[in-house]
């Protein structure tokens, strides 16, 4: 993890981010941006995600996200490495690819639109589910119509599909590598419950969840152009 690298540029970096968070009328009109994200467990840093979003002049917008994990021993040895790449259009799933080892358990998931709904694989088996569903990266809000109540989930990692909730909570001000911005603090329920918090442009800033016992943290600290 490129920790040191971070602290060493912090003047610039704070900067940036603030400049980003509060300029959501620019944000929105990029073409690229990464957000890079270090995930902490128990308080302690154990991985990065890097999520890199592209908008296209056809009205896709792809997300490409990797992430690299090690939890410390002191906790249990855990090893997390995940690569995937989502495509949607008007806040529909597209095509999905991704590339998952949760701790020595692989998969290898697909899902492409299709006039029916998606068609999903998993390694070797291959199933048919709805077309409306939102991922478990969490990347940007769902759909105007579906953020405060019943929601059809694609987990990334293993590719399951389930039911849960999605709530708003409240607009709270958090201080994001030094500067405070408002945040648009959102709940998912049901077989999970995970926190999340998004900027003016409905991008993921933060990220809260239990694994095992132990509190999970994703927070970005850079946004790259």
Known sequence: MRVGARYSTRPLMVLAIGMLLLADKQLRAADIETRDFVVFVSSKAA??????I????????????DTDIVVPKFIGKYRFIYRGLEIWKDHRL???NSSTDDNGSRYLVTAVAETDGLRVKVNNSERKIGSEVWLTSYWSLPDPKLRNGSLHMLDADNGSDFEAKLTYIATEKRVVAGQ????NHYRISGKMTVDLWYDGSDRLIRQEWT??????VMELVRIRR
């Open 180 to 183: 405070e911005v408002a945040l």
């Open 54 to 65: 592209h908008r296209r002049d056809d009205g896709t917008i792809s997300m490409r996200c």
């Open 94 to 96: 597209i095509q999905f």
């Open 211 to 216: 694994e095992q016992g132990h509190k999970a």
């Open 47 to 52: 991985g990065e995600v890097h999520m890199t």
